[in-house]
């Protein structure tokens, strides 16, 4: 349920609509289940470049904590650090328009703004216990991957094979793969990777190997970066 924040229960009056500079379809979406915002549904908006997505969402944001939802309550969450620096400041600068300098001291409660990987990694560490994780588990990108995956490789002996073993990069696709798509090591072989099919086993060996690597370093990896190609 969406809280309401006391700082609005003042009878500081609001100077203007957060929503007066927007479009008839952008104030449809910034005011999507007013004023009952508690009870509203999901709603998907699809948008093109250039239709104000970023200017929407910021004034949707502001349009909430203008309507007494407390910014604690609220989560903003964006692809890169600049675009989420920029959010909180447009909502700020919207909120302040309204409501005077109080926005501002709210804008800072505004603590669940940022990126997907940010959010995700606090939330991580902050239930990290119950799912069995050490909070002071490390986010291994593409490159941390292959390296961790190579020095198994080379432990276990792989790359020193009569018949070259695949690269770092390719058993990390190989192994990206499976895990994204939840298939066997044998079907994404087959499929994707026939040339390496003849590794089948001490590809699974090394899988395994690297599970290991990374429960004993406490290390996650990047679903997102390690998946592209």
């Not at 979406?29 to 470049?49: N, S, T, V």
């Not at 600068?93 to 703004?113: D, F, H, K, N, Y």
Request: charged fraction near 20%; charge should be positive; include cysteine.
């Amino acid at each position: 349920m969406l809280a309401s924040d006391p700082r609005l229960d003042s009878n500081e009056p609001m100077t203007a609509s957060p929503l007066a500079n927007l479009n008839p379809e952008q104030r449809r979406a910034a005011e999507y289940g007013g004023p009952r915002y508690a009870d509203a549904g999901p709603l998907l908006i699809i948008a093109g470049a250039g239709s104000g997505k970023t200017n929407t969402l910021a004034h949707r944001v502001a349009n909430l904590i203008t309507n007494g939802v407390d910014p604690c309550r609220l989560m903003l969450l964006t692809f890169s650090r600049r675009a989420a620096m920029e959010m909180t400041r447009r909502v700020e600068r919207i909120a302040t328009t309204c409501i005077g300098p109080t926005a501002a001291a709210m804008t800072e409660t505004l603590i669940w703004s940022g990126t997907f990987h940010a959010i995700g990694a606090r939330l991580l560490r902050d239930y990290a216990p119950q799912i069995g994780l050490d909070r002071s588990f490390i986010i291994h990108d593409r490159a941390d991957s292959e390296d961790l995956l190579n020095l198994v490789r080379h432990d276990l002996g792989f790359s020193s094979a009569v018949k070259r073993f695949p690269a770092k990069g390719t058993c990390l696709a190989i192994y990206s793969r499976v895990v994204n798509a939840k298939l066997p090591v044998e079907h994404v072989l087959a499929s994707a990777f026939p040339w390496c099919a003849i590794w089948e086993a001490e590809l699974r060996q090394l899988f395994t190997s690297y599970v290991e690597a990374k429960q004993h370093q406490h290390v996650l990896y990047d679903l997102y970066s390690i998946g592209r190609r």
